[in-house]
């Protein structure tokens, strides 16, 4: 027995001393070094771009046993700037392939990676190569591939776990304005490879938009299952981060390497809707805007989930639902890409029920402040191009069924609209939409073949109840009654300017039932009584501050733009306003000539008015801006109303001279006495 025990002790003991003197004869002879080329050439290989190793390559002990290199740099000969570098590198390898001259990574650390892609004004990139196309893309390497160098030394690649730390990466496009940066980027996975075995993996990053100044933390995990031989690879388990936004789900890839196909579904959480707004979508300074006293966190919850598939020439997304408290939104969409002389093609169909957007919009109930503006001469004017090349790339037709729509303090019912795009035109046909008691309809013709491009609308507003519609519009607070409206308008243009400044139309109005604040009317014609002759009064004295018309109808007619030539004519009853002028969007105001007439019997004397002054054209100014208190919207062009009183009350003389010729003057006499009469008098 002490035999047998003594052999034992004596063969592991030499084992142990084999192993020990294979190991030492492992780092005396198989120097680190000569696997330098082997990497940068097997780079060259798979990239066509260099890779320079300026640091050592050593065996390394901690944190695995294997290869350490430091200090990588990438760099394109096309390219000024370095492409990546990267502080230091781990290799865990076998130590057996050494000794068949075989280098097998098992795991793979990777430390300060950082990569710039830089796009100039032109599209073209800082990887792009010489010639200007894109580095040679070589097939990618499975799990057990393997590449030769110049010196023959096998490089093979069967990595178990793949940990890159504190990496960056600086994404600049001068043509895109873009300026990005990822910082504390971080990837880890375990058991990868490319033979159609699930393996998970976590990427976390932060991002920031170096524009905008905004950024974000975000994180995705996955298992994944890729199948480089069958081009076929799919993610389970996703999970996508991005606070408070959490989205999970699946993707898939088929055929990858020959006819690309994919699909997948993603679910996210119910998170306030509003806070992520704040932290990703407006700028800061819309966090101020008011939102209606009953707003909470707690009514602000939305979720959202989605089902897509598609390949080269097609996108689908048969699922996309989007929920927002009670709200609810459904949509279907198809997208074809364009194919030879066929256009892109979009189809979708929207659906919602009940959907309230006056919290995330500016409401018009809120009657903002009167503010200081620029003068208009220093004020400029921003312009947005039509997308007419668009329209002309790709076929549209959208349906939209809504339940109830209220947005900016104002309240649609019943909509359903087609949007239609064939052949470079533009048709929008809404039919009856309810508003407050009454119906919108309205049809659109955008013609982008025309040059200049032409835009028709023809709409209809009938049987609006007035006093409804002031309580989300207070400009329409004035008049009470039901309001009818029906326009055609056409513009010419490829740009929003362009539209506005060639509008030309007419739109012809009634109020019916109506009531209407007559207090500018009286505020005018008051400081006109002041300059009129002594004893005369205050010509609208007698008049209530809201007076019921029995009609009140007219038309306001647009040529070449809003700027100016409108013409606008009003009639209630008696009273008789006409207009001339226009508005000035950038500088948010209006300026009108006005002539107010009341005129007397046989008209209905519904507000009454010395017979001195019936009949007369009185001249007023309507010039301020937007914002400023109705009670400053108009008044008396003192100048012409001086000139007015005195024709007025020479007329007067004239009647009175006239009426005495006739009562006192023998006839044959008349015609001589009113001409030196009329001489006098001039």
Known sequence: MKKIIKILVLTLTGLVVLVGAGLALIFLVVDPVRYKPTLESAFLQQTGLQLNIAGEIDWAF????????????????????????????????DPRALLDGRL??????????HINWIVDANGVSNWQ???SSAAPDAAAPTATSTASSTDGTALAAAVQQITVS???????????????TFSNLNFSSQNTNLENRPFPFELSFNVTDNVDGQDAEVSLASTATVDFRSGNARFDNLQLKLNPLQLSGTLAAQDFRNNLSWSGSLASNTFPLTDFLDLYVRPAAADTLAVPGDFSADSDQFSMRVEFNGNSQQINVPVLALTLDDMQMTADVAYSLSSGRAPANLRYDLTANALDLNRYTSSAATTPEPTETAPAATATATDTALPIDLLNSMNVQGRHSIESLAIAGLTFTGINADLDVLNGVLKLDVQPIGFYEGQITSTLNFDTRQSPPSLTNISSLRN?????????????????????LEAIHTLRGSTVNDLLNTVNGTSSFSVADSAIDVGVLKQVLSSISVLSPAGTGDIAQQWPDVVRFSALEGHLILAQGLAENQQLNVTLDNVEISASGGIDLTAGSFNYDVLLTVFGPPAVQTVPISELYQGVQWPVLCSAEFTSEISQYCGPDFGKVRDLFVQISRNQVQRRVQDAVSDQVPTDLQDTARGLLDRLLR
Not at 63 to 90: C, H, K, T, W, Y
Not at 169 to 175: E, F, H, K, T, V
Not at 465 to 484: C, I, K, T, V, Y
């Open 62 to 93: 901690t944190p695995v046993f294997g290869l350490s290199i430091n200090d990588l740099r990438l760099n394109n000969p096309g390219a000024r700037q370095e492409l990546a570098s990267l502080s230091s590198i781990a290799i865990k390898i």
């Open 464 to 484: 609006i109840n007035l006093a409804g519609l002031a309580q989300g519009l207070p400009a329409a607070d004035f008049a009470e009654g039901r309001f009818n």
């Open 166 to 180: 504190n990496a960056s990466l600086s994404i600049q496009d001068a043509g895109r304005g873009l300026n990005t």
């Open 129 to 131: 190569t010489a010639d």
């Open 104 to 113: 097998e990574m098992q795991e793979f650390m990777a430390d300060g990676l």
